[in-house]
């Protein structure tokens, strides 16, 4: 039985997980949790929306049952579209200015 070796270097062995960390630029991650924050505060905006507009509506028949569609329905419009109304845009910029 033959093991293969050729993924092991001793550099990489002999680093600490440290080391892995001291040329990690900060700032990229956070703009990107920035953005992610941005969109879920959007898909959560867009999901009261849906909430509301919809409360009333039989689309999904009358009962109990129904408001369960209707709250996975309205979620998963609101994830599918957060990002897309511009609203996560402004978020950003205004908080990404803010930041500096």
Not at 22 to 41: G, I, P
Not at 47 to 76: P, V
Request: charged share 30%; hydrophobic share 30%.
């Amino acid at each position: 039985m033959d093991i293969n070796t050729n993924y092991l270097d001793i550099n990489t062995i002999k680093k600490s997980p440290a080391d892995n960390y001291k040329n990690l630029d900060s700032s990229k991650l956070e703009d990107d949790s920035l953005r992610k924050v941005s969109n879920d505060f959007e898909a959560f905006f867009m999901k009261q929306l849906l909430d509301i507009s919809l409360k009333d509506s039989t689309f999904a028949g009358q009962g109990s049952g129904s408001d369960i569609i209707k709250g996975m329905y309205t979620d998963t419009i609101s994830r599918q579209s957060a990002g897309t109304l511009g609203i996560s845009d402004m978020l950003y910029n205004f908080l990404s200015e803010r930041k500096k």
